[in-house]
């Protein structure tokens, strides 16, 4: 059976691979290939990587890095990466198949690249090996992000314009790597100038929400922030400000739901209460559980 898989694969890799592009091997023109037999083999048998997960690799190979080369830099080879993985970040067994599961182009990038993400973490974010290991872990895409263009705008705009400490940033990479997916211009800007300016939240209190849950900076203002603020508002009118609540998910719908059905509650069982001669009211800020005012 695992023949017939890796049969099938080189059979893709040969129709993906276009005979007109060759490597120029010490004088000798060949074919270009992506994996040979050996690799596939070492890849289904030794380190129990799903055959999908290759095809895929395989099926889009052609279009990423046809002879293996980006701007001239070195020539792709299958072992290289894969000791790179292991060896240098560390991943092995069960770490190692989540890794290639969750981003199976990690087995044709070019390490060069992916080692100086790697010491972006190391250097600069000062992260140790095992922190940098669940970082590339959690999101091994980040493999394929430009340091200029990516990594260091990001990092800037948190600890310049937001003015979070490093050590704080840290823990905020390593809890939401996602954190340098978003865009600064179409998330991180408008949804800071938003919050600031528009709800008149105060730095030091923006600053706080971030650090507690900072994926808010990557939702949509028009689809999820928005709607959700205004429904808060409409449930809350003598909010000045706006209340929101510094737990995971306070933007999904369930969440916001139940904090306004326990509103109402509490707002009848007052209403019975006092009707009935028991009980004094209460107001928002003494309600415990109630979402936090800033």
Not at 108 to 131: H, K, P, S, W, Y
Not at 207 to 216: D, G, L, S, Y
Not at 249 to 275: H, K
């Amino acid at each position: 059976e695992v023949h017939e898989v890796i049969r099938k694969l080189l059979a893709l890799q040969d129709k993906v691979m276009t005979p007109t592009r060759h490597v120029r091997r010490r004088g000798v023109r060949t074919k270009a290939v992506m994996f040979s037999e050996q690799d596939l083999t070492c890849l289904l048998i030794q380190k129990q990587i799903p055959a999908e997960v290759l095809e895929k690799v395989v099926a889009i190979s052609r279009s990423l890095r046809p002879l293996g080369n980006i701007a001239g830099r070195s020539l792709w080879n299958f072992q290289t990466n894969l000791r790179f993985i292991e060896e240098e970040l560390g991943m092995r067994h069960i770490d190692l198949q989540l890794c290639i599961k969750r981003y199976p182009l990690i087995l044709v990038r070019n390490v060069i690249a992916m080692r100086e993400t790697q010491q972006f973490f190391r250097r600069i974010i000062c992260l140790d090996a095992a922190q940098t290991r669940r970082v590339i872990l959690s999101l091994p895409s980040l493999v394929s992000f430009s340091i200029q263009y990516k990594f260091f705008p990001v990092l800037v705009f948190f600890l310049r314009d937001l003015q979070i400490p490093l050590q704080d940033f840290k823990k905020i990479v390593m809890n939401k790597a996602q954190v340098f997916v978003y865009s600064i211009n179409k998330n991180l800007w408008p949804t800071v100038h938003f919050f600031s300016s528009t709800v008149g939240i105060l730095p030091n209190d923006l600053r706080e929400i971030i650090k507690i849950e900072p994926t808010v900076l990557g939702y949509s203002l028009e689809n999820r922030i928005k709607p959700r603020l205004l429904r808060l508002r409409k449930h809350y009118p003598d909010t000045l400000g706006v209340q929101i609540s510094c737990k995971k998910n306070s933007f999904s719908w369930d969440n916001m739901e139940s904090q306004i059905e326990s509103r109402e509650r509490d707002v009848l069982t007052q209403a019975v209460a006092l009707a009935m001669g028991v009980g004094e009211p209460l107001d928002d800020g003494a309600r415990g559980g109630g979402p936090r005012t800033l």
